[in-house]
């Protein structure tokens, strides 16, 4: 099954979040990434727009579907990943490294106590 990385946390909706002081790093995870096989497309959201915890702020398209990610807390975008949208496979073969997504400055920290282990986000995912 994934390789769920234990500094990370997680989302219901298969989003991974790092933290590095009071900005997030977000992606998708490697199990979400196997579940959207091919992806050929990333929309990332726009630098300097805020959203709260759960809004939908990017698109990612596969061979299969389009999906909506969602930001797991609530803040302002302060850098997107231009890697990724220029190639998108990077999602499926590097999902917590070069596949990242967006960073955002953490408005809310306490959002963060609402998101999953690494342990529940893998019995989740039924590992």
């Not at 050929?40 to 702020?57: H, M, Y």
């Not at 990610?69 to 997107?80: F, K, Q, R």
């Not at 955002?104 to 920290?109: A, D, K």
Request: aromatic share 8%; proline share 6%.
């Amino acid at each position: 099954m994934s390789n769920i990385p234990s500094d990370l946390k997680y989302t219901k909706s298969h989003e991974w979040v790092r933290i590095n002081g009071d900005t997030a790093t977000v992606g998708i995870t490697d199990h979400a990434q196997h579940e959207l096989t091919d992806i050929v497309f990333v929309e990332l959201p726009e630098i300097g727009k805020p959203f709260k915890s759960g809004d939908g702020c990017a698109v990612v398209e596969s061979v299969k579907t389009a999906s909506d990610i969602y930001s797991p807390v609530s803040g302002v975008i302060l850098e997107t990943n231009k890697a990724v949208v220029d190639n998108p496979a990077l999602a499926n073969t590097e999902p917590y490294a070069g596949g990242w997504f967006f960073k955002i400055n953490l408005s809310n920290p306490a959002e963060l106590n609402s998101l999953l282990t690494p342990e529940q986000y893998q019995a989740q995912i039924g590992g």
